[in-house]
């Protein structure tokens, strides 16, 4: 019993392992060479592995989509209208490293030093400074040649394990609560099948940071840019006065470009940046392929200004040379929405201080699937699950960490079963 109206019950250790190891094992990595969504099979295979667990603890909203979404409704157990609260886990791994044959080892009582992974590699405390807090936990390990999937099945199963405690444990209270499993965050697409409508909850929160105890309320803003350049070909021997080099001119452009600074590798923190990630063309067309990030969304447009300048300079110089900017929105900072909905963040800060345990708000130099929902207009932050050394080959996940998550959330549902949101 915690507090006199909120409490945790006992998580089931070996059966939130049992979990995640079955749902690791099953390759989920998204492709991103096909417009098919979802963009690999396995993803559609673990979604309906979890359908039927949903369905058997007894959800009967549940199905799988169309596009391999699983969708599943928890009914109230409180009088009056509780605020819906939506948790979201995606199901899909990363493609940047291998994920066939993951054999996952669980190392119990972790001693503190190198950690040792199947295959014979260590990973090093100097290589992952976050080893040391875990000494004496349970930790959950790639064989060292594949990814673990951490990200984001500890996401996953921690929304199944918690929604089995809330079954089993009627005597803790919530209001509606909406699960949804996504399909291909890893490759941008993770919100492009989701109906808002359909969802119909008042707030969400993805499930899928690192470690533990970090609330992550700010995401970077961010654009797109396509600079066009276009130039005039002939043939070389007769070019004089007449050929517009196309390729020249975007290496013009490149050069304005800032030298000392505003570049992800010249960058941390709140810095924003100008990322150019990709150049190509010919002597009659060029194009220039570039990020623009920032967590102050103004300075967005202080950027794609700086570059429209940059791109009416270069045309200057190259006499007939058309120069075009186009500008494709993104996502946005999370904390833009949520100004609108505070409790957003003021309760999963509040659920840590009600089980005493240490917590930070986090901003993170990217995007997630929230800052794309809470634009739409659903509050998203995100939440710690465990994970550690995503996306490579020395994945592991935290077992003790994933339990935290659940009685956090355990809390945080209760909080919110009490709480009012303004129509
Ligand atoms: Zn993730």
Redesign the pocket.
């Known amino acids: 019993m915690i507090g006199a109206s909120t409490q945790v019950v006992p998580i089931n250790r070996d059966r939130l392992l049992e979990r995640f190891i079955k749902y690791v094992k099953i390759d989920t990595a998204a492709d991103p060479t096909t417009d098919r969504y979802p963009s690999s099979q396995g993803q559609l295979e673990l979604g309906k592995i979890l359908l039927e667990e949903l369905v058997e603890l007894g959800l009967d909203e549940a199905y799988q989509d169309d596009y391999g979404l699983v969708w599943a409704s928890l009914p109230s157990n409180v009088e009056g209208d509780a605020p819906t609260l939506a948790l979201v886990a995606?199901l899909d791994t990363s493609p940047e490293a291998p994920s066939n044959n993951i054999s996952p080892h669980v190392v119990e009582s972790y001693d503190g030093k190198d950690l040792c992974f199947a295959n014979g590699e260590t990973l090093t405390i100097e290589q992952c400074p976050e080893l040391q807090g875990l000494q004496g936990k349970t930790l959950v390990c790639s064989g060292g040649d594949t990814l673990l999937g951490g990200?984001?099945k500890a996401?996953v199963a921690i929304i199944m394990e918690l929604v089995a405690s809330l079954i089993e444990n009627p005597n803790l209270k919530h209001g509606p609560i909406k699960i949804l499993m996504t399909c291909d965050?890893?490759i941008g697409r993770g919100t492009d099948k989701i109906d808002l409508q359909q969802l119909n909850a008042d707030v969400a929160y993805t499930i899928?940071g690192g470690g533990a105890g970090v609330v992550d309320t700010e995401t970077f803003s961010a654009d797109a840019v396509t600079v066009h350049f276009k130039g005039r070909n002939i043939h070389p021997a007769i070019a004089k006065g007449r050929m517009i080099n196309a390729i020249r001119a975007a290496a013009d452009f490149l050069a304005g470009l800032p030298s000392n600074g505003c570049s992800p590798e010249s960058t941390e923190g709140r810095e924003g940046f100008i990322h150019v990630y990709g150049i190509s063309g010919g002597v009659g067309d060029a194009a220039i392929e570039i990020l623009l990030r920032s967590f102050d969304t103004n300075q967005l447009e202080e950027y794609a200004e700086y570059l429209t300048d940059l791109g009416v300079k270069v045309r200057e110089k190259f006499p007939g040379l058309e120069v075009s900017l186009e500008v494709t929105k993104q996502y946005r900072n999370l904390r833009d929405s949520l100004v609108n909905l505070p409790a957003a963040v003021d309760l999963p800060c509040q659920a840590f201080e009600v089980l005493g345990r240490p917590y930070e708000q986090a901003i993170i130099r990217g995007g997630?699937d929230g800052s794309q929902l809470s634009e739409k207009g659903l509050p998203t932050p995100n939440l710690s699950s465990g994970?550690y050394q995503?996306h490579s080959v020395k994945e592991f996940a935290c077992l003790d960490e994933m339990i935290e998550s659940i009685e956090h959330l355990q809390i945080l549902v209760q909080l919110w079963s009490m709480e009012k949101i303004e129509a």
């Open positions: 995606h990200d984001d996401g965050e890893e899928d997630t994970q995503i």
